[in-house]
């Protein structure tokens, strides 16, 4: 299993070839994924814990609710996975598109074990990666909510770039005030230098 695949991370498969499904599940858990796979996708909106770290291979035609059309119900519903589409060359259009909406990749069949495997990496570092922005950003929320009203003034003009005696000036207080809240400031945010400060203030405001 690779070192960076998150231990609870599934791979939901969606496709109407049983065979196609029994051979991607064989593929990913020979590998160190959990897998699950889904008939259509009715049967995944109504059995996929969609909670949980997970990651999308979805056929793009399938009767019924094709994977695009899965792919845009999970968006509208704010659930949106990372997804690679499985397609052959006619449909290369649409899952281009579909990118453009957010989807993640998509591969042409047939395709190599390895290349779907690679998908599949990208795919689990790119959800890891933003689960762990996530986890920062509400970090730097819940730390940015410690501070008092002056706290917080001082913080905006040391993170504008502003010196302790021109904070001072225009709060109207002391240096050695300043200083102290500054002090405060750090203390709270778990921030050694000002461009760790910089850095989590704009992790707190980044739209994740």
């Known amino acids: 299993m690779e070192a960076n695949q998150p231990s609870d991370a599934v791979i939901y498969i969606v496709d109407d070839d049983e065979a196609m499904r029994s051979s991607l599940s064989f593929l990913m858990k020979a590998n160190g994924y959990r897998c699950k796979t889904f008939s259509d996708a009715s049967d995944f909106l109504d059995n996929a814990d969609l909670s949980q770290a997970a990651v999308g291979v979805f056929d793009i035609r399938m009767p019924g609710m094709t994977g695009l059309e899965l792919f845009d119900t999970l968006k509208a519903k704010d659930q949106l996975i990372p997804i690679v589409f499985v397609t ?27 290349e779907l495997l690679g998908h599949i990496k990208d795919a689990v570092d790119s959800m890891t990666a933003n689960r762990e922005r996530q986890v920062l950003k509400e970090t730097a929320l819940e730390r940015l909510a410690t501070l008092t009203d ?8 040391v993170v504008a ?13 002391s240096q050695r005030t300043v200083e102290i809240h500054r002090a405060n400031v750090m203390q709270k945010m778990g921030c050694r230098s000002l461009a760790q400060l910089v850095r989590m203030v704009m992790i707190a405001r980044s739209e994740i």
């Open 88 to 114: 052959g060359h006619g449909d290369v259009p649409m899952a281009v598109e579909a990118i453009k909406n957010g989807a993640l990749d998509f591969i042409l069949k047939p395709f190599d074990d390895q």
């Open 150 to 157: 002056r706290e917080n003034q001082v913080m905006e003009m």
């Open 161 to 173: 770039g502003n010196a302790n005696k021109v904070i001072a000036f225009d709060l109207e207080v």
